[in-house]
């Protein structure tokens, strides 16, 4: 039987490799009532997706080592529901295309509107359990 989403406390993961803006996307998340995890590279993401199951993904697309788009392609394949936010701070309509493509749920640009931020969240995951 599968649990409403308001009986469950959906799991987000941030991954950004500049510390300060996981810390600042955190803390708002966690304030909306996500419990949150971070990874500072698309490595450490992978194991998190592993070990944590998250519901949701907040992925940087420009990362140093493993960059955003391999790091979604991996993690769908280890957990083909998940779903990924794809964030970047430049308007990239092609790589947006390919995110998408490749299952992203949206594709967003830095500085982020927070108001957007917290309504995709909570569409995205309400669609995933419906």
Do not use: C, W
Not at 94 to 100: D, F, K
Not at 103 to 119: C, M, N
């Amino acid at each position: 039987m599968f649990q409403n989403i308001d009986e469950v406390k959906p799991r987000i993961l941030i991954v950004d490799d500049e510390p300060q803006i996981g810390e600042f996307l955190g803390e708002f998340l966690i304030e909306k009532g996500y419990e949150v995890f971070y990874a500072e590279s698309g490595e450490e993401a992978l194991r998190f997706v592993k070990r944590v199951r998250p519901h949701m993904t907040l992925l940087d697309v420009r990362m140093s080592g493993m960059g955003g788009i391999e790091a979604l392609r991996q993690m769908k394949e280890l957990d083909p529901k998940i779903g990924v936010i794809m964030v970047t701070a430049l308007h990239e309509e092609e790589i947006g295309r390919e995110a998408l493509k490749l299952g992203a749920v949206d594709f967003i640009t830095k500085p982020i509107d927070f108001d957007y931020l917290e309504t995709s969240i909570m569409y995205k995951l309400s669609a995933m359990i419906e």
